[in-house]
Nanobody, 126 residues
């Protein structure tokens, strides 16, 4: 079992920055890829980005590439999502998720992740 708790959401003006954190507990050692997803009101949950359990490989959705950066600190069991140049369309509930299947590739489907946090709201005002 893996427990995930997100924090760091809030209200920010367009062009601003936020950093989300995801604290993991439980079976966090081993080959767990960590992902971030978001869900805007009335829309389906979508992949934002992920960092592979090798701590080297990352992958981002085109909509956030160049603006968002994912990092992880295994010593603290924490994953971060640094969001810069925020836009109104980035407004959503952001979820941290864990893929504990030891996949050698970064997977981007909602169903590929077996543990989820409760989500944190990010609102970008234009």
């Amino acid at each position: 079992q893996v427990q995930l708790v997100e924090s760091g959401g809030g209200l920010v003006q367009a062009g601003g920055s936020l950093r989300l954190s995801c604290a993991a507990s439980g079976r966090t050692s081993g080959s767990v890829t960590m992902g971030w997803f978001r869900q805007a009101q009335g829309k389906e949950r979508e992949f934002v980005g992920a960092i592979h359990w090798n701590m080297i490989s990352t992958y981002y959705a085109d909509s956030v590439k160049g603006r968002f950066t994912i990092s992880r600190d295994n010593a603290k069991n924490t994953v971060y999502l640094q969001m810069n140049s925020l836009k109104a369309e980035d407004t959503a509930v952001y979820y941290c998720a864990a893929d504990s299947t030891s996949s050698y590739i970064i997977r981007i489907g909602v169903g590929d992740y077996d543990y989820w946090g409760q989500g944190t709201q990010v609102t970008v005002s234009s």
